[in-house]
Every structure is written in C-alpha cells, then in structure tokens.
C-alpha cells in the first residue's frame, strides 16, 4: 500500500462566502467537520490542514488538528496542496474539498484505491446524473469517461449531445456523469502540474483539470454512489444534510 496523505486547503478571503472555513455547522465549524470526516478514512496515513490565514491555523490547532501555514498568492487548492508535497513527502495527495463539512470517508478512499494503481497519475470522482436540472445546470462540471475509466473531457456544458432526441428524454438514452470535486495526485505528477501555464481549453470553461489532460495528463475515475454537498454561498447552509 502506498503512502497517501490528505490535504484539506482552506482560505479565509472567499469571495462568495468570507470566513467561511470558520461558520458554525451545528456546534463545530466547516473546517472541524471537514477534518474529521478525512480521519475517518480508512487509507490516509495522514491528514492536514493547509490555510494561509492564523485564524483557521490558530482553530485548527485549538481542536488537536494538524495545520500547515501556506503562502497566501496560490490561485487554487492544487497549487496549495503542491505546497505541502514540498513540505510533507508521501507517495500520493488527496485535495479534500474544505467546504464539504459532511463528505463520506468512503468517497476518499474510493479515490484512494485508485491512487494504488501504477498507472494512475491522477484520480477523481463521478457520478451518475439521474436530475434533469442537474444535467442542464453550468455549474455542475460534466465529464465524459472512456472504458478503461479515463477521463476523456470535462465541460460545463452537458456531454455528450445527443443528436436527434429532445433534451427531456436525454437521460433516458445515455448514462451522463458529473463531476465530484475531489483529486488525488502521485506526488510527481502534482509537483509537474503546477508548474503548467493555464491552457486554452481552461481558459474557455474555468475548470483546472483541462489542463492537464491538454498536456498530456491521465485522470482516471471512479463512479460513486455517495452525493456530495459543498457549502459555496450561506444560503447552501440550510440544505444541508442532518449529521
């Protein structure tokens, strides 16, 4: 088994929603709940939170978590999760999403399993679309995967199109997947990534992993079971579900 460690970036300048690693959920802040949710996992060696602001370092240490101090210029969490592979050496990463207070231990080792894998450089996680909404819905990244489970492309538009058949009867003729927002790296593979200038194709829809696989990259995937709620604005707090 190889050795993965979990990496929870968490910034406080959000600009939809400020201090949001910080918010109350039900007596524990986002970040608490996020962190012990990954503790959970069953494959992580370790876990750690990486922020570039004293308060979430300050709370962090304050709840026996373990936090690493992150310079404040990274434009993503891949960049800051590059960052602590300099610092913390293990053979792969997992980037938790900081703003899933309730993200099942079970979706992280999913990606962890497939971090054991040689020939995965890079992991995430899909699932199946069963909501009409959703599958129209520009902010939920789609992804298109081959047989081998290789990510083929990933769009904010619905992939693929389905000539000749009307919009509402899409989901009854093709298996459709989205996105979930959860990567795991081999360390050489997240130390190369960044170092990558932002491509055309990242450029045209505003999603990082274009970039990779327009350089070359492999994302392989796994299709969970398991739905994922992340808090983006303060009125996502009040759908989430109960702990």
Not at 53 to 78: C, K, P, W
Not at 104 to 131: C, F, G, N, R, Y
């Amino acid at each position: 088994m190889i050795q993965i460690t979990g990496i929870i970036p968490a910034r406080y300048a959000s600009t939809r929603f400020p201090g949001k690693p910080l918010v109350l959920i039900d007596g524990k802040t986002m970040i608490q709940r996020v962190y012990e949710q990954s503790k959970k996992s069953k494959l992580l060696n370790r876990v750690v939170v990486a922020t570039d602001d004293e308060r979430i370092y300050n709370h962090v240490i304050a709840f026996g978590g373990e936090v690493l101090m992150t310079a404040s210029y990274h434009q993503s969490g891949t960049e800051r999760c590059a960052e602590v592979a300099e610092k913390i050496i293990a053979d792969a990463y997992i980037n938790i999403q900081g703003d899933e207070p309730y993200i099942h231990p079970e979706q992280i080792d999913e990606v962890a399993l497939l971090l054991q894998k040689h020939e995965v450089e890079i992991a995430t996680l899909v699932k199946q679309i069963s909501d009409c909404e959703e599958l129209f819905n520009i902010n939920k990244p789609k992804v298109v995967i081959g047989n081998n489970n290789r990510a083929l492309y990933f769009s904010r538009q619905t992939i693929p199109f389905l000539r000749d058949v009307e919009q509402k009867e899409w989901l009854n003729h093709h298996t459709f997947y989205k996105h979930i927002g959860i990567y795991g790296y081999k360390r050489k593979s997240l130390l190369e990534i960044v170092k990558l200038p932002i491509s055309s194709l990242e450029k045209a829809e505003a999603l990082e992993q274009l970039r990779w696989i327009e350089n070359g990259y492999n994302i392989y995937t796994s299709v969970t079971n398991l739905e994922s709620y992340s808090v983006d604005t303060k009125d996502d707090l009040k759908t989430l579900p109960k702990s």
